[in-house]
């Protein structure tokens, strides 16, 4: 697959990230985008108007570069590549009527910073076990960059991992323009997993927060959280790594930090006495941390890991338990 060919993209998936990294893609001048969206209407005013009425509805979506579809069938005939970007726990549903033959030959990056709920699994592990795609032929996004400033071209960065390196660098120049930069990095699991489980320490920042804890604490829960998760992810794929970079401690940065964290506001609104399914339908979009939680102790269960932050989230969000009550006992487990 060359470079300079006309690439031709598939994206899964209507939200503010997939729309961001539409946007990414569009800067590109050989670039041809197929894209799906589930919602009907949404996919009608795209065609009409040229922006998405749902989300980042002020970025311009180019027609002479984006067509949109109706089905995945016809989004993903003759991508060289197609691009996740829905919730993971809808990724399943999303690609229903796909099959093996539909990704032949195609590379398959993974937009998504979460698990296959209930199967505790990577994205590219699924889409490798069910699609048949060769790991090598898989990528993942990774780095803090938030949709909502690449709407607004703030300087970003972002970090395509791969167990291959050409794969990796070569969606890396794809995802590079005037106002991101993309490098690529040969630890696929590393990240992956990094990814997953920064959002559970955003849904910790944001409880703390909840519950009147001030810059101080959450300074020393972050720094506690970025041990807890070399330590996990150690475990799981040993081998040396920067886990102060980018990709793995940016990441975790602007998540716990950022106005535009999801699961930052998600965990907020439980620290302030709301309950999960309260906050679910309050937020009207999906905290990736809630569905990991869960993953990453059922995994853990096998590891036994240490791993204090994530148990504390999930005693709240799993076992009811009061947050106030949880955190102080997390307080003796961090130093």
């Known amino acids: ?130 699609y048949k795609v060769p790991l090598k032929d898989t990528c993942v996004i990774a780095g803090p960059c938030h949709a909502e400033e690449v709407a607004l071209e703030k300087q970003s960065y972002l970090t395509i991992a791969s167990t291959d390196n050409a794969t990796a660098e070569e969606f890396a120049k794809l995802m590079t323009c005037r106002f991101v930069t993309a490098n690529p990095l040969e630890d696929l699991y590393g990240v992956e997993y990094a990814a997953v489980m920064k959002n559970i320490v955003a849904l910790a920042c944001g409880i703390t927060h909840g519950l009147g804890y001030g810059d101080n604490f959450q300074a020393v829960l972050v720094s506690n959280a970025m041990q807890e998760i070399g330590r996990f992810v150690t475990a799981l794929d040993p081998r040396e790594r920067e886990i102060s970079s980018s990709a793995y401690l940016g990441d975790l940065l602007v998540t716990s930090y950022s106005q535009f964290s999801r699961n930052r506001l998600f965990g907020n609104m439980i620290g302030r006495g709301y309950s999960v399914k309260a906050a679910q339908l309050e937020m009207k979009m999906i905290a990736e941390g809630y569905y990991a939680t869960r993953s990453i102790m059922e995994m853990n269960k096998t590891f036994h890991v240490n791993i204090p932050i994530t148990t504390a989230v999930y005693s709240i969000l799993y076992d009811e338990q009061a947050p106030a009550g949880v955190m102080e006992e997390l307080k003796k487990n961090l130093k």
Do not use: C
Request: net charge positive; no cysteine; hydrophobic share 45%.
């Open 1 to 130: 697959m060359s470079f300079l060919s006309n690439t031709k993209i598939a994206v899964i998936g209507g939200g503010s990230w997939a729309t961001a990294l539409i946007k990414i893609l569009s800067e590109q001048a050989n670039v041809q985008i197929r894209w799906w969206l589930r919602n009907q209407d949404d996919i009608n005013h795209i065609r009409k108007f040229h922006h998405n009425p749902s989300y980042l509805s002020d970025v311009h979506l180019s027609p002479k570069k984006i067509k949109v579809f109706e089905k995945t069938t016809d989004a993903v005939k003759g991508a060289d590549y197609v691009i996740l970007a829905v919730p993971a726990a809808f990724v399943q549903e999303s690609l229903q009527g796909l099959s093996e033959k539909h990704f032949k030959g195609k590379r398959v990056v993974s937009a998504i910073k979460g698990m296959i709920p209930d199967q505790n699994i990577l994205v590219t592990d699924w889409v490798a076990e069910k």
